[in-house]
């Protein structure tokens, strides 16, 4: 599971997503890989304005990276300047979160993540 | 925290960098790709509603089959799906995932009009096949099926289990939302509804939804369904028993779908330009070849035939079901029912009933009449963007009633 992915995912639980603390979902036990995969500048610098920046600060934190600046970088950056684009790309799209649990930051479910797949089916009492 | 391979020096420099870079700025580049500039693709700015009559084979629309399970406790439609849906593709999952590598023309499509950079969704991905269709977009793939979703590991997206109807997206955020074969396993149209609704959630404003089912009205295939026909069945899914690999199996219908799949990618391309996409459909004279990936593991399996084409009828009321036949989506034989429920290993032992005995797993399905899908997009509080027939599928793409001003007529 991409660090990019947790960007865009929050509880399962219903009465949950109305809620602020649902989102970002918190990373707990996390082992990390790095996956190489080749970079596609276009669709990163189109992916920058749909990521919900403080978000993935909180995440990135969470996940043991020195703390993000408070604001994005804008496109230009990203486009003239190569090595902040792989930068994002590592963090993004190589990052995995391949073991662990997200934890739901108003109902504290733990949501289990096994070879890089979190499963998100809750229990009964949940639905 | 877990320990990350990331060098701590890059990370470092990527902070720093990052710190140093001004406030986000609106530049002539970016916004040139921006989402809210192009939101009308070659696939919003085609024909509306209307497409769907004019595709289809059938034009009459009955009216006596409206489903009256609405009624029922969801923990029973759940139960009954968990039987006859969920635990059924987590048995026959390898086998399931061997058949699905072409994706719908229609669903291709779809996904090559979204803008690079676009966030999508694929609400029951399966073994994924669709996530790698436009490489310039980031998918995110979910799937009930934890067996299904192993086989979906394409390295550049992600893949998650979860239920249609809960799902984990945060709302609003994504692009754009696929869910293909699904929504017509669900046995209560509320819950079909529901579903439409919670992949409507997942976009944003004006962020469209292809949602892809099973038409009733399938005179050109050989299983005999057609208008006016039962509409809630249990189809059967047969795994071999003397099967050595399901991929040997497919070899046969695999070759012939090659020869036919560069044919249809020219005509898709060609359509690309500005034919309406239903015209496509329409002309599709190629249904026995090119036919559902559905059928192909069902006709595959089953030389008679004869189950495929007499599948049982369920009982409009899926409690009855559920009351009468616990358990398993599968019928015979006996040790086959004790697989399903038993999970995707158990399988391997099937043959042990009877050296010869094949399992037969049944889904449920819900066929739907030409224009129920677009009835059920209205429930949901969607609009229709435009719809279609494709060999045997209806298919709609939706948005959200309230950013639609192109039909309601």
Known sequence: MKVMTLNFLTCAVKNCKSSNDSFPLHPKEAELAKDDIEINPQLLINVLPRIDWAALRTTSTELGFPTLPEQPPSPEDLQSDEALLKELHELLMETQMMEGKLVCGHCGHEYAVKNGVANFLLPSHLV | ?409
């Open chain 2, 1 to 409: 925290m877990g320990s990350h391979s990331l060098p701590s020096a890059s990370a470092a420099d990527a902070v720093a960098k990052l710190a140093a870079a001004e406030a986000l700025k609106s530049t002539a580049a970016f916004a040139a790709s921006a989402p809210g500039s192009s939101t009308e693709t070659a696939l919003g700015t085609a024909q509306g509603a209307s497409a769907a009559g004019d595709a289809g084979p059938v034009t009459a629309v009955p009216s006596s089959d409206t489903p009256s399970v609405a009624v029922d406790p969801e923990a029973e439609a759940e139960a009954y799906e968990r039987a006859n849906v969920h635990n059924v593709y987590e048995a026959i999952a390898p086998h399931f995932s061997a058949t699905r590598y072409k994706p719908w023309p229609a669903v291709a499509q779809f996904l090559h009009a979204q803008q690079p950079g676009y966030v999508g969704l694929d609400v029951g991905c399966g073994n994924g096949k669709y996530l790698g269709v436009n490489k310039n977009v980031f998918m995110v793939g979910s799937d009930r099926s934890a067996n299904l979703v192993a086989h979906a590991n394409e390295l550049a997206n992600d893949v998650l289990v979860a239920d249609g109807l809960s799902l984990p997206f945060r709302e609003g955020r994504a692009d754009f939302a696929i869910c293909i074969a699904v929504i017509h396993h669900m046995s209560t149209r509320t819950r079909r509804q529901e579903a439409i609704r919670q992949l409507l959630k997942c976009v944003r404003p004006s962020g469209q939804v292809m949602v892809y089912v099973w038409a009733l009205e399938q005179g050109e295939s050989r299983r005999g369904w057609d208008e006016g026909g039962e509409q809630d069945l249990l189809v059967p899914w047969v795994l071999k028993s003397q099967q050595p690999k399901p991929k040997k199996e497919k070899q046969p219908k695999a070759s012939k779908q090659k020869q036919k799949w560069p044919q249809q990618q020219q005509q898709q391309t060609h359509e690309q330009a500005n034919t309406p996409m239903q015209q496509q459909n329409h002309d599709s004279t190629e249904p026995q070849e090119a036919i559902t990936a559905k059928s192909v593991g069902e006709k595959e399996a089953t030389p008679t035939s004869s189950s495929i084409l007499s599948p049982s009828s369920v009982p409009k009321d899926a409690s009855m079901t559920i009351g009468g036949g616990t358990g398993a989506g599968v019928t015979e034989p006996a040790s086959a029912a004790a697989a399903a429920v038993a999970g995707p290993d158990a399988k391997t032992d099937t043959g042990d009933a009877a050296a010869n005995a094949d399992a037969v797993f049944q889904r449920y399905y819900h066929l739907y009449r030409n224009g129920e899908l677009e009835e059920d997009v209205l429930a949901a509080r969607g609009a229709v963007v435009m719809s279609g027939y494709e060999r045997d599928n209806w298919w709609v793409v939706a948005t959200h009633a309230t950013n639609d001003d192109t039909l309601q007529d």
